[in-house]
């Protein structure tokens, strides 16, 4: 079984955590080393898309100081302190389909989505 470890930066509350799957970190870990580079994923929400929020991934390569770090298998995921409380509970996870691949967020939060999964309501 698969743990995952979140580190918050020592000034802040700790909140319900975020998790991990071990299919993304393995997803992580392959990109990084693919560029051959130490890539984390950023997970951001974002005012807009067609149900109000949206989710944001990018790779980066350093966090911000007050990111919250979620470790599974050795890969790293970052929220920042405005994202977490829309993201509370919440699994990145990253699914390869036959329609194609893509991390995807598992929010408890989210009373409603679009179609495609990326845009969502509270």
Do not use: W
């Not at 770090?69 to 977490?84: K, N, W």
């Not at 990145?92 to 967020?105: H, K, P, Q, S, T």
């Amino acid at each position: 079984m698969t743990t995952a470890t979140i580190t918050l930066p020592s000034a802040r509350t700790p909140a319900m955590p975020v998790t991990l799957s071990a299919r993304a970190a393995a997803r992580i870990k392959a990109l990084g080393l693919k560029e051959g580079r130490d890539l984390m994923l950023r997970v951001a929400v974002d005012a807009g898309g067609c149900s109000g929020f949206q989710y944001n991934f990018d790779l980066i390569e350093a966090a911000e100081e007050d990111d919250l770090h979620i470790r599974c298998d050795g890969a790293t995921a970052l929220v920042d302190a405005i994202s977490l409380s829309l993201l509370k509970g919440s699994e990145i996870d990253f699914i390869d389909e036959l329609a194609g691949a893509e991390f995807r967020i598992h929010n408890p939060n989210a009373k409603s989505s679009c179609g495609c999964g990326v845009s969502f309501s509270i």
